[in-house]
């Protein structure tokens, strides 16, 4: 299947129906290039307003509402050796008495070394001198465009996808979105070069990135929100605020997947999740919350 480089000129702070820069067909590669969430390029230029903005959209021939558009992260490559972090935990992820304990956030430098594998803070506080993380990068906003016209800000997500910053969404997972419009227009951005559970601090370690995706078409999938698959499980995305819709919403979808593809009647789906299903949180930080639904493979056998 033919492998397009793409080099983008332009981006969106918006996931929606915007005019498609590139018309891709079912089991295509793209290798392109992402700037990080506050605009800057592969050189620490911001040549786009903040916002985590996207590359794309990409047209795939075929693409029908109703279908799914499957997107398999091949490879997440680092274009720099800096990225950037807030220095202080999100104010609603603490106890609302302990918010006058927290100091003003600030933006902070980290160190990439791409050849070692390794993320460091580049002037780290004394008692975390030494302190190096592995290199673990990730997508934190992507997805296709939603129904009936919509543009939807890339700080929040939905059905569509958008910014859900889950870990998960690594290399050798694959996403799978709803399609609602012709050509599904999928974009993608906001890489991280690693992240916590939750993106507590309101981001990633926030970086551009060389990315490569291969995409697949699942006609009449019957998907309505995001899904996924890694090496060991499948799971359901939910987004939404409070917490506990965005654990519907991928429970549901969870139950309609084990029902539609694997047999499993709402009785069955139940005495599985019950006592084996595994939920992730993604993003807690910005307007929609995401939670994720996981059954390991084994299980499915």
């Keep these: 299947?033919?492998?397009?480089?793409?080099?983008?000129?332009?981006?969106?702070?918006?996931?929606?129906?915007?005019?498609?820069?590139?018309?891709?067909?079912?089991?295509?590669?793209?290798?392109?290039?992402?700037?990080?969430?506050?605009?800057?390029?592969?050189?620490?230029?911001?040549?786009?307003?903040?916002?985590?903005?996207?590359?794309?959209?990409?047209?795939?021939?075929?693409?029908?509402?109703?279908?799914?558009?499957?997107?398999?992260?091949?490879?997440?490559?680092?274009?720099?050796?800096?990225?950037?972090?807030?220095?202080?935990?999100?104010?609603?992820?603490?106890?609302p008495d302990f918010l006058r304990a927290l100091p003003e956030a600030r933006r902070t430098d980290w160190t990439i070394d791409r050849t070692a594998g390794t993320v460091a803070l580049a002037e780290p506080p004394p008692r975390l001198r030494g302190l190096v993380l592995p290199l673990a990068p990730m997508i934190g906003c992507f997805g296709v465009a939603p129904p009936g016209g919509q543009a939807i800000s890339t700080a929040t997500s939905g059905e569509h996808g958008g910014n859900m910053d889950y870990r998960g969404f690594s290399p050798g997972t694959t996403a799978i979105f709803p399609v609602?419009?012709?050509g599904a227009l999928f974009h993608l951005g906001d890489g991280h070069a690693i992240q916590g559970d939750g993106e507590i601090v309101g981001t990633g370690v926030e970086t551009a990135f060389e990315m490569a995706v291969t995409v697949r078409l699942q006609k009449a999938a019957g998907a309505r929100w995001p899904r996924g698959e890694d090496a060991e499980a499948i799971f359901t995305v939910g987004n939404a605020r409070p917490l506990d819709q965005a654990l519907q919403h991928a429970t549901t979808e969870m139950l309609r997947w084990l029902a539609a593809d694997h047999d499993l009647d709402a009785t069955a789906a139940s005495h599985l999740l019950g006592q084996a299903v595994r939920y992730d949180i993604g993003n807690v930080f910005d307007p929609a919350y995401t939670v994720v639904c996981r059954i390991d493979k084994r299980w499915l056998a």
């Design 1 to 95: 299947m033919p492998t397009h480089r793409f080099t983008p000129t332009r981006y969106h702070t918006t996931i929606g129906s915007h005019e498609p820069v590139l018309r891709i067909a079912d089991g295509d590669t793209v290798v392109t290039t992402t700037v990080d969430a506050g605009g800057g390029n592969e050189h620490g230029e911001r040549i786009t307003p903040p916002g985590n903005p996207m590359t794309g959209p990409f047209f795939v021939e075929g693409a029908e509402p109703g279908d799914a558009l499957a997107v398999t992260i091949d490879r997440l490559t680092p274009a720099r050796n800096s990225g950037y972090t807030w220095s202080v935990v999100a104010p609603n992820v603490v106890d």
């Design 180 to 182: 609602f419009v012709p």
